[in-house]
């Protein structure tokens, strides 16, 4: 296998279920949780909670405490010794689904109580003392309310905050874009370096964004690309990338499973899983599965048929950052069934939460 270790990264902003006990009552799944359709916004230290929801933070917090059993994974995004924002699975305390937002941001906070449960090498990128005040829903922007500690950040970190926070809360369904408020008031800007935020950031501004010098600025379009990397201790973990590819509309499958097969750009700290001659011949999409084609070369062991992990990860979770892609089916020329280097068959389409191991939202 081709792995490579490539240098420094260039990072910058490219161009949401209310789930706090504040807005929602029961105790719904995420998934079948729907948004209000009118809500006004909350401050949870506001005593316009109990006349808006009848219940207070203090009796939300309690009753989350006596549901807690167990820990679920759920996955944040934490910074790693590079610098960039990487996506994390971690072991959460269980907690009622109406508070899992909430939990999901507190667990970013430097100092926190994500600090036991941090992975080798990472760090958490939100600032330390930062308090959660308040998270309201409304058409799917997720407006976010955090005490003023949360200013207390480095100018090169402001980008970073804003990736965290906002793919973090974009992995619920009902959540498309965030915007920010500090002690209750709306920010039109960031509040240290001034980068715009007043209509709100979502994915579509990117992560851990790379200015591709071959991309052209009309014809080029963003994607994101998960590549592999290592930390200290030799444990792989997979980092996003927004660049640009110069791609057509009817091949922007082809266009992404290729840059992936090439590997990332030489000054990023980053490695290629795919082996020099692997090769994708044809692409399909039905009902939300993506159906990639290659070569025999994309096989990690001919003999096993097997695939690799790290292509398998790299494939799936860059690819259901499409919208349409809700799994991936990997084929191989000659190959009745692929298999993963346990020995495993892929005997079913693989999703991101297969990939990731994040309970679903």
Same mark, same amino acid.
């Given at each position: 296998?081709?792995?490579?270790?490539?240098?420094? @990264? =260039?990072? +910058?902003?490219?161009? /949401?279920? !209310? #789930?706090?006990?504040? $807005?929602?009552?029961?105790?719904?799944?995420?998934?079948?949780?729907?948004?209000?359709?009118?809500?006004?916004?909350?401050?949870?230290?506001?005593?316009?909670?109990?006349?808006?929801?009848?219940?207070?933070?203090?009796?939300?917090?309690?009753?989350?405490?006596?549901?807690?059993?167990?820990?679920?994974?759920?996955?944040?995004?934490?910074?790693?010794?590079?610098?960039?924002?990487?996506?994390?699975?971690?072991?959460?305390?269980?907690?009622?689904?109406?508070?899992?937002?909430?939990?999901?941001?507190?667990? @970013? =906070?430097? +100092?926190?109580?994500? /600090?036991? !449960? #941090?992975?080798?090498? $990472?760090?958490?990128?939100?600032?330390?003392?930062?308090?959660?005040?308040?998270?309201?829903?409304?058409?799917?922007?997720?407006?976010?309310?955090?005490?003023?500690?949360?200013?207390?950040?480095?100018?090169?970190?402001?980008?970073?905050?804003?990736?965290?926070?906002?793919?973090?809360?974009?992995?619920?369904?009902?959540?498309?874009?965030?915007?920010?408020?500090?002690?209750?008031?709306?920010?039109?800007?960031?509040?240290?370096?001034?980068?715009?935020?007043?209509?709100?950031?979502?994915?579509?501004?990117?992560?851990?964004?790379?200015?591709?010098?071959?991309?052209?600025?009309?014809?080029?379009?963003?994607?994101?690309?998960?590549?592999?990397?290592?930390?200290?201790?030799?444990?792989?973990?997979?980092?996003?990338?927004?660049?640009?590819?110069?791609?057509?509309?009817?091949?922007?499958?082809?266009?992404?499973?290729?840059?992936?097969?090439?590997?990332?750009?030489?000054?990023?700290?980053?490695?290629?899983?795919?082996?020099?001659?692997?090769?994708?011949?044809?692409?399909?999409?039905?009902?939300?599965?993506?159906?990639?084609?290659?070569?025999?070369?994309?096989?990690?062991?001919?003999?096993?048929?097997?695939?690799?992990?790290?292509?398998?990860?790299?494939?799936?979770?860059?690819?259901?950052?499409?919208?349409?892609?809700?799994?991936?089916?990997?084929?191989?020329?000659?190959?009745?069934?692929?298999?993963?280097?346990?020995?495993?068959?892929?005997?079913?389409?693989?999703?991101?939460?297969?990939?990731?191991?994040?309970?679903?939202?």
């Amino acid at each position: 296998m081709k792995m490579r270790v490539i240098g420094t @990264l =260039v990072i +910058g902003l490219s161009s /949401t279920l !209310l #789930l706090s006990g504040c $807005f929602f009552e029961g105790e719904q799944s995420i998934e079948k949780m729907d948004a209000p359709q009118d809500v006004d916004y909350i401050d949870k230290n506001s005593g316009e909670a109990d006349k808006n929801a009848g219940e207070t933070a203090e009796d939300t917090n309690k009753e989350a405490s006596e549901e807690a059993t167990g820990t679920t994974s759920r996955q944040l995004y934490l910074l790693d010794a590079n610098g960039m924002v990487v996506p994390q699975t971690l072991q959460l305390p269980n907690i009622a689904s109406k508070e899992v937002a909430t939990q999901s941001l507190e667990y @970013l =906070v430097k +100092g926190g109580p994500v /600090t036991e !449960l #941090l992975p080798n090498g $990472f760090e958490a990128v939100l600032p330390a003392g930062t308090e959660i005040l308040g998270l309201n829903l409304k058409d799917g922007t997720m407006i976010v309310d955090v005490s003023k500690e949360f200013a207390d950040y480095a100018p090169e970190d402001e980008q970073k905050i804003l990736q965290a926070m906002t793919y973090t809360l974009t992995q619920f369904d009902s959540v498309e874009r965030i915007k920010l408020w500090i002690n209750g008031h709306e920010q039109e800007v960031m509040p240290v370096n001034g980068t715009p935020i007043s209509s709100g950031v979502s994915r579509a501004d990117g992560i851990n964004v790379y200015a591709s010098d071959d991309a052209d600025p009309v014809d080029s379009k963003a994607v994101t690309l998960y590549y592999p990397a290592q930390n200290d201790k030799q444990e792989f973990y997979y980092v996003p990338v927004t660049t640009h590819l110069n791609t057509k509309e009817d091949q922007s499958y082809e266009s992404i499973v290729q840059a992936l097969v090439e590997g990332p750009a030489f000054d990023l700290p980053l490695l290629s899983a795919f082996n020099d001659e692997a090769e994708l011949k044809g692409t399909s999409l039905k009902d939300g599965v993506l159906t990639l084609s290659f070569n025999e070369a994309l096989l990690s062991n001919q003999k096993k048929q097997s695939v690799s992990e790290h292509v398998m990860k790299s494939l799936v979770m860059t690819m259901t950052e499409r919208p349409d892609v809700k799994a991936v089916e990997v084929q191989v020329d000659g190959v009745d069934q692929v298999y993963n280097e346990e020995g495993s068959p892929y005997a079913e389409p693989v999703t991101r939460n297969d990939i990731t191991g994040a309970d679903s939202l």
